[in-house]
Structure formats: structure tokens, C-alpha cells
């Protein structure tokens, strides 16, 4: 989606209708991302309810040499931060072992046939810190460092949940595949 200074203008200048073309042309994309943090459909709607709020909060901020889509996606994922750090009943766990991040994963018959609907379901199945660290690093493509720096935790911590997040999603996948074979 892109949007030319006329229309950036008019979101700007708080135009009713600007936004709620904005709106329409957005709201999917800001679901899809609240989707891969919050485990129903109503504190998705609310998380993604809350980016838009903050994009047509920090639309003078946008430069039109960013694509909007991306854009928009770092304010959703920002929230989700944000909403997790508000939310959060407890700290998460400080790990110093070092972890060894050299573990072969291959790939069988069963995972190239999982849907991605199933594979996000799984994923909603996590705990909730680790469902997070996992997100921000494995599909938003945050390095350690970066989710370190944002959640104030170790690396070696945004790691361990890495690894644990792929470790209860292979057993998930395992179980499923046992399913399936019987």
C-alpha cells in the first residue's frame, strides 16, 4: 500500500474519511500481526485497534520513503511489545548458560505438508513469553540483540526461548504426525 502526500495530508489534518480509508486499507495487515501475538480473535481486534491508534497518532513521523506496509507492521509489532510488557503478570527468566544455537533441524514429509494455519495454532500454544521472543525472532526477523535491547533481557535468554519455542513446537508436530500415521 502506498500513500501519496495528498492523502498523508488529509490523515494529518484529521479528515474523517482519509481515515477511515486508511482503515479499511490497513486493519488486515495490522491483524495479521496481533494474530501471531494474542490467542483469540477479540484481543487481536484490540491489539490491532491499538496500532491504528498509534499510526494515525504518528502519521507526521512517516517518511514516504519507508514502505507504509512495513511501517505500520513495526507499530503492530511495537504495540505487541508494549501490550506484553503492560500485561505481563511476571518478569521473564534470566538465562545465562550459554546455548548452543548449532542444532540441525531437518525437515521431513510432515512439515512441508503443515498448514500454516496449524503452525500458527501451534505457535498460540506457547507460553506467552516465549511465544513472543519466538515471533519477534523467527517470523519479524528481530535479531537476539534486538529483542534483548526491547524486552531488557539477556541474549542468551531471547535464545532460550527460541529453542524452547521450537523444541514444544516439534514435540506439537510430533504428536500431530503420530496422529496422522495411525
Do not use: C
Amino acid at each position: 500500500m502506498e500513500l501519496d502526500n495528498s492523502f498523508i495530508k488529509k490523515l494529518i489534518n484529521q479528515d474523517r474519511r482519509a481515515q477511515l480509508e486508511l482503515y479499511k486499507k490497513s486493519f488486515g495487515i495490522l491483524m495479521s500481526v496481533a494474530y501471531r501475538y494474542k490467542k483469540n480473535e477479540e484481543d487481536a481486534k484490540s491489539l490491532s485497534i491499538t496500532s491504528f491508534l498509534k499510526v494515525l497518532t504518528n502519521i507526521e513521523s512517516y517518511k514516504p520513503n519507508i514502505p507504509f506496509n512495513a511501517w505500520i507492521r513495526r507499530i503492530a509489532i511495537n504495540t505487541a511489545i508494549d501490550d506484553f510488557r503492560k500485561n505481563s503478570k511476571h518478569n521473564l527468566i534470566e538465562y545465562s548458560d550459554e546455548i548452543s544455537t548449532n542444532e540441525n533441524y531437518t525437515i521431513n514429509d510432515y512439515d512441508l505438508e503443515i498448514r500454516a494455519e496449524e503452525l500458527n495454532n501451534m505457535i498460540l500454544k506457547l507460553p506467552k513469553a516465549t511465544k513472543l521472543v519466538f515471533n519477534l525472532f523467527a517470523i519479524d526477523g528481530y535479531s537476539h540483540k534486538e529483542i534483548a535491547e526491547q524486552l531488557n533481557i539477556s541474549t542468551n535468554t531471547s535464545k532460550w526461548h527460541v529453542k524452547e519455542a521450537r523444541k514444544k513446537l516439534k514435540e506439537q508436530i510430533l504428536k500431530k504426525q503420530n496422529l496422522v500415521e495411525k
